[in-house]
């Protein structure tokens, strides 16, 4: 009998946290999807509808080059920020919303410097007024001070998925408005072996939520990550 038909495979039995037995469902999420990190493959292993494994990996964006080609030009890091909120947008159904974030990324890779700030000021009021935001993006991967630290992750990271969103649309607009630094991308970063820490115990229907709210910073490359 094929285990996996259509490339699909079957659920397979597994212990729960009270130690019954549950049919367990392997389910991958990536390297393609609209609104993920590009290369980024995250493999659950779910019973009922909760996490209960999680592992990474990334895949190699330099097999996406050919010989000589190189990489790409770095985006700036405000315009990086904005796609990355524009994908949080669009999971939550805010799109009106999501199409703001993306005006204002396309002003900043075109150097439009006031069309940019117009962009971003919209963006920032359009984020902060959201009923919606708040009703779907509340309660969504809560981290403490302590979860910070005990993952190795940055303060933009602390609250929940609503309090990055607006922690993040509120330095992008520090930095077009010239009160933040021009390219701090080099710090602060998510760690990228933490992800399945981070999903483990989070219900599936938030996990794209989560992975989003999280402001990765673009694939460097190939490497392996840490399972949980």
Partial sequence: MDMAPEGIPLATGGQDRDGLEMDVLHLP?????????????????????????????????????????????????????????????????AEDVAVRARRARDALLDGNGDAARDAVTRLHRAVRRSRLLRWSLRGVLPLTASDLEDHGLPMSCLGDAHDRLVSLVERVRAQVHDRGPMNPSGTGAVVWDELPHLMTGLELATVRLAVASLDLDPLPGAREVARA
Avoid: K, T
């Fill in 29 to 93: 999420w990536g390297p393609v999807l609209p609104f993920w990190p590009a290369g980024l493959v995250l493999r659950c292993a779910l019973q009922g509808d909760v996490v209960v494994e999680a592992g990474a990996s990334v895949i190699d964006d330099a097999h996406h080059h050919g010989p000589g080609e190189g990489h790409p030009a770095q985006a700036p890091w405000a315009a990086v920020r904005c796609d990355n909120a524009m994908a949080l947008l669009a999971l939550a159904g």
